[in-house]
T-cell receptor, first 111, second 115 residues
Framework: TQLLEQSPQFLSIQEGENLTVYCNSS?????LQWYRQEPGEGPVLLVT?????EVKKLKRLTFQFGDARKDSSLHITAAQPGDTGLYLC???????????FGGGTRLMVKP | ETGVTQTPRHLVMGMTNKKSLKCEQH?????MYWYKQSAKKPLELMFV???????ENNSVPSRFSPECPNSSHLFLHLHTLQPEDSALYLC??????????????FGEGSWLTVV
């Protein structure tokens, strides 16, 4: 069974601060996806990374896939209240269309 | 709007009721999924359908019965549920390709409360 562990589970910061969320596993994934979920809504895809060492930027968000494709990180620069939500990482396996989800990081950005 | 529409958005049902959740996708995908999201638990995959055929049943109790009449529609029939089944039920769809970069798109979810 492939497991993904996210840390921290909860994060409360002030507007303007930087933060990093981690997603770690002992298993290798063929792809890693990050989602953001707002209360009462479904998760919305932010990015997919597929190559070891890959870095993708989405405005103030920077995503990195580990060289060994076992871990990933999400860094947010100058966080804003609109960044508040549940951040989920999900790993894609090498067979079929199955995703393994991490437990999520609940972020609150206070104005 | 993600292209995956779920109805109803909220449902309250008694333990002896029979109800159904509906999902429709307008993305041209051929794989559809049901996930369960409970408080303090990771997203749990329940069922996967590829080209209308069920390819994954993640040990889900028989009181949950999925139906996929075509690649665009997915139902979850609910019967004699328990209070612990109260959760957000998420439908999702994707292209059923293997290997890397298999992106799935979620609906907004159906909040289910069993009383």
């Amino acid at each position: 069974t492939q497991l993904l562990e996210q840390s921290p589970q909860f994060l409360s910061i002030q507007e303007g601060e930087n933060l990093t969320v981690y997603c770690n596993s002992s298993s290798v994934f063929s792809s890693l996806q990050w989602y953001r979920q707002e209360p009462g809504e479904g998760p919305v895809l932010l990015v997919t990374v597929v190559t070891g060492g890959e870095v993708k930027k989405l405005k103030r968000l920077t995503f990195q896939f580990g060289d060994a494709r076992k871990d990933s990180s999400l860094h947010i620069t100058a966080a804003q209240p609109g960044d508040t939500g549940l951040y989920l990482c999900a790993g894609g396996g090498n067979a079929g269309n199955m995703l393994t989800f991490g437990g999520g990081t609940r972020l609150m950005v206070k104005p | 709007e993600t292209g995956v529409t779920q109805t109803p958005r909220h449902l309250v049902m008694g333990m002896t009721n029979k109800k159904s959740l509906k999902c429709e996708q307008h993305l041209g995908h051929n794989a559809m999924y049901w996930y369960k999201q409970s408080a303090k638990k990771p997203l749990e995959l329940m069922f996967v359908y590829n080209f209308k055929e069920q390819t994954e049943n993640n040990s889900v109790p028989s009181r949950f019965s999925p139906e996929c009449p075509n690649s665009s529609h997915l139902f979850l029939h609910l019967h004699t549920l328990q209070p612990e089944d109260s959760a957000l039920y998420l439908c999702a769809s994707s292209l059923p390709h293997k290997g890397s970069g298999n992106t799935i798109y979620f609906g907004e979810g159906s909040w289910l409360t069993v009383v």
